[in-house]
């Protein structure tokens, strides 16, 4: 019997070294890519100029917000939230399929506001190590004018989702869907005394986990299709604007929220707007 215990427990070793063997492996350096470091501030908006248009932004943090510019699909702006800011990632994908990894640290007077990447060396330039497909989000947004306008004039819906902030309020009115595309409708209302100047819209889905006591937090940007009436960015004192912002039709777990951002140029009212599953899932054709 010990004799039989000994055989097994030799061939269980064996099974179990075999298994870390053909399972485990590590990358050699050839595959590693180096990431770019820039600085952002909270009272100033650093750019990034790509060579190609951005087809993919992600943000490592929520204290980190950032949008590619409409009239420049190359453009990406980017600032911190708060002072609060550690050490977080950015990473874009342009349309030629390369893959740009930024480490973003937090200089309350940085030396550099602009970074043109369309200067780098070709050497110097991210391996094509991502891929994008071969649709256009900008093509695709030419088409939707007409759709965007029409969600732009629907009756209010929804009037239970909403926040505010020192007199401004952000709140959804509607979710209406044409095919893949999804519209959230939203209101702007400026009840201070001062006007409220948009700096970024940000889009982004959130998923909290308990552990125990602790928490922690995954968030995934979502870059919109196009942003309608995005040139009108200023809410008079008193006054009313509606966004509409077309994504890709989406659903989501329970445990997630996705999250409409907005932020005021050179000023501290951030609002944060989440969207449950119910009320994406209860979305109306449009």
Do not use: C
């Amino acid at each position: 019997m010990k004799q039989l215990f000994l055989i097994t427990f030799f061939l269980l070793s064996a099974v179990s070294s075999w298994a870390q063997i053909a399972y485990t492996r590590t990358l050699d350096q050839t595959a590693f890519q180096s990431s770019y470091n820039i600085a952002v501030t909270a009272n100033k908006t650093t750019h990034l100029i790509f060579p190609y248009e951005i087809k993919y932004a992600d943000l490592g943090s929520k204290e980190l917000v950032g949008e590619a510019v409409g009239n420049a699909g190359n453009v990406f702006r980017v600032k911190a939230a708060g002072r609060s800011l550690m050490e977080s990632n950015l990473t874009i994908i342009t349309a030629d399929g390369r893959l740009f990894s930024f480490l973003v640290n937090y200089e309350e007077v940085p030396q550099v506001l602009t970074y043109d990447l369309t200067k780098l060396g070709a050497a110097s330039l991210a391996p094509k190590s991502a891929r994008v497909s071969t649709g256009s989000n900008a093509r695709l947004a030419d088409q939707l004018n007409g759709l965007g306008e029409l969600a732009m004039s629907s009756k209010r819906r929804i009037k239970h989702i909403g926040t505010q902030q020192q007199g401004v309020n952000l709140h959804l009115k509607n979710i209406l869907y044409r095919e893949d595309v999804m519209f959230l409708v939203l209101g702007l209302d400026n009840d201070s005394k001062m006007d409220f100047d948009l700096d970024f819209l940000h889009v982004f889905v959130t998923q909290a986990k308990k552990s125990g006591e602790s928490s922690t937090s995954q968030d995934m940007s979502i870059e919109p299709i196009k942003v309608f009436d995005a040139d009108v960015t200023t809410v008079p004192h008193r006054k009313e604007i509606t966004k509409v912002i077309a994504i890709n039709r989406m659903t989501l777990e329970k445990d997630r929220r996705l999250m409409v951002q907005v932020n005021e140029k050179q000023g501290g009212r951030m609002l944060t707007l989440p969207i449950g599953t119910e009320e994406l899932a209860a979305a109306r054709p449009l």
